[in-house]
């Protein structure tokens, strides 16, 4: 299996090439994106972007490796280098609003990378394709491409290095905001009868922090909660995303978008019966949604655990160092290992 390298220096180029004078904006997050009338996108590097090597003192040894060479799909693996055996692992995917956002991200890599060894696992962060290039399903596409590369290494034990350390049956999806939108998405295609086919790959449950879902109607902590001029997610910016994200003509009622609203087909009867943890904070604009999907989920009968964390909002665990973020972070971590533990 082909190992890359990621150098950051091709990654910061992303973005920087200013689009020429005069040029319609007809969307923009400021700091974040930049999308021209004529097609162009611009996405400033808010956050570095790193290589996979690490400090030693983090205790995790991380790889890049190819998933899709045509679309240019790769993953990020940490591997706690003090545990013994085959480890679960988790399927990762980054948040972002299915627009910006990368495996590559430093703190991404800080907090998988802290993950992994706090929670004894091994950790495949997904890179997928970004809207509006890409706009939904592609993020999807990429997230059962990843599930379906996976059964192959399990099958051919080509990759020695995943193989002799990952236990195949003992897989869990997750990601953050965007990326738990992904996660659950992957689950709900693949639905009741998903297992087969990415056996021997055997799921064992999905992690949801934060996840990104929206609806035309506003609930109380979209309309209500105050969010200060640093807040990750805003309401006018959650609209931006959508917009740029979801398929031409489409609005905030689109599955995708809502997946408890009319238009969703996917009962949740019919996803496979996986344990779920919804991770929701207290001060984010999404906190009356996530606990509606939580709720759903529960009426499903699913095993779900509902974890707020208090005096938080939006991505904290990889965007704030708050000391009050910091806490929680940790109470995240340990709370996701217990889960992964059973």
């Not at 490796?65 to 799909?73: C, G, P, Q």
């Amino acid at each position: 299996m082909v190992a890359i390298s990621l150098d950051p220096s091709l990654s910061m180029q992303i973005g920087k090439d200013c689009h020429h004078r005069g040029a319609v904006i007809t969307e923009e997050i400021e700091g974040l994106i930049k999308v021209y009338k004529d097609g162009h996108t611009e996405r400033p590097q808010i956050v570095p972007f790193v290589a996979s090597s690490l400090a030693p003192e983090y205790g995790v040894i991380s790889q890049d490796l190819i998933i899709d060479k045509f679309t240019n799909i790769w993953a990020r693996f940490y591997v706690p280098t003090t545990c013994d055996g085959k480890l679960p692992l988790i399927v990762y995917f980054h948040g972002g609003g299915f627009c910006v956002g990368s495996a590559a991200w430093s703190c991404y890599h800080e907090f998988l990378a802290r993950l992994s060894v706090n929670a004894g696992c091994l950790i495949m962060s997904v890179n997928y394709r970004l809207a509006p290039e890409n706009p939904l399903p592609a993020a999807f596409d990429d997230g059962i491409k990843a599930l379906i590369w996976l059964k192959q290494q399990a099958l051919s034990s080509a990759n020695d290095w995943l193989s002799s350390q990952c236990n195949f049956s003992n897989v869990f999806v997750a990601g953050d905001s965007a990326g738990a939108n992904i996660a659950y998405n992957v689950i709900a295609r693949l639905g009741s009868k998903g297992a087969a086919a990415i056996k021997p790959i055997d799921l064992k449950g999905m992690i949801l922090i934060q996840p990104f879902f929206g609806g035309e109607t506003r609930t109380n902590s979209e309309k209500y909660s105050l969010q200060s001029s640093r807040s990750a997610l805003s309401l006018a910016t959650s609209d931006t995303y959508w917009r740029l994200a979801l398929p031409s003509g489409a609005n905030r009622e689109h599955p995708w978008c809502n997946p408890l609203g009319k238009g969703s087909s996917v009962k949740m009867d019919d996803l496979m019966k996986l344990p779920a943890m919804v991770c929701i904070a207290e001060m984010d604009i999404l906190k009356d949604r996530s606990m509606e999907f939580a709720a759903a989920l529960a009426k499903g009968r699913k095993r779900v655990k509902q974890v707020i964390h208090r005096d938080v909002g939006h991505g904290f665990q990889v965007l704030s160092k708050s000391q009050v973020s910091q806490t929680r972070t940790l109470e995240m971590l340990a709370q996701i290992q217990a889960f992964i533990s059973g």
